[in-house]
């Protein structure tokens, strides 16, 4: 996904993204449910994690091959169609959360997942670096039993090596794509994460 955006909205984006940034310009995008049954080798799959604000995860986790794209967006509140303002107030119920379309053929779901863990801190409630607030909250949203299994085995591994993780595992829910303006943040900006960064947490330098 590539978007030409105005100046003016750029502009906006030169502050971090937390609950001070410009409310989202009221443009709803349809929910996509998490589809529970699992998806056959060579098909385009998908995967959603939430760790904080989303323009960090989204730009590490495009990065991997056989990633086909990633978008930000809010999934897991009790509201439809919520806007940047609503989940950055709290009133949603919604985790800043990316959609990653993959290729099972090149990258497996594991590969994914453990990706998740090393570029955010699994072990802090209730926000991601300088970002509190519920909405930064760090979860993965699984779609079948077997996504459920490989989370629980990294987050097993994790704890055995002293971290105290609080990441949540959830059942699938309806993803709504974020505002134009989230959307490849850093890639289209040319800044760096500010709370994300990659950590060997498993200690076998993979």
Not at 40 to 60: D, I, L, N, P, R
Not at 177 to 184: F, L, M, R
């Amino acid at each position: 996904m590539r978007r030409e955006l105005p100046v003016s909205i750029l502009l906006t984006l030169a502050i971090a993204c937390s609950s001070s940034n410009p409310e989202a310009d009221g443009s709803e995008a349809p929910a996509d449910a998490a589809v529970q049954a699992p998806v056959a080798k060579g098909a385009q799959a998908v995967a959603y994690f939430a760790g904080g604000c989303f323009w960090g995860v989204e730009f590490f986790l495009e990065n991997i091959e056989g990633v086909y794209a990633v978008e930000s967006g809010y999934m897991g509140g009790h509201i439809k169609n919520p806007s940047y303002a609503q989940v950055t107030g709290k009133r949603s119920g919604h985790l800043e959360t990316v959609r990653v379309r993959y290729d099972p053929a090149k990258v497996d779901y594991e590969t994914l997942a453990r990706r998740f863990f090393e570029i955010h801190d699994p072990t802090q409630a209730d926000g991601q670096g300088p970002d509190l607030g519920p909405q930064y909250r760090s979860a993965v949203f699984v779609r079948n039993d077997a996504e459920r299994a490989e989370v629980e085995g990294l987050i097993s591994r994790l704890k055995k090596r002293g971290y105290a993780v609080v990441t949540a595992i959830k059942p699938g829910a309806p993803f709504y794509e974020a505002e134009a303006y989230h959307q490849d943040y850093y890639l289209r900006t040319q800044k760096k994460p500010y709370c994300h960064a990659p950590v060997d947490r498993f200690g076998d330098g993979g």
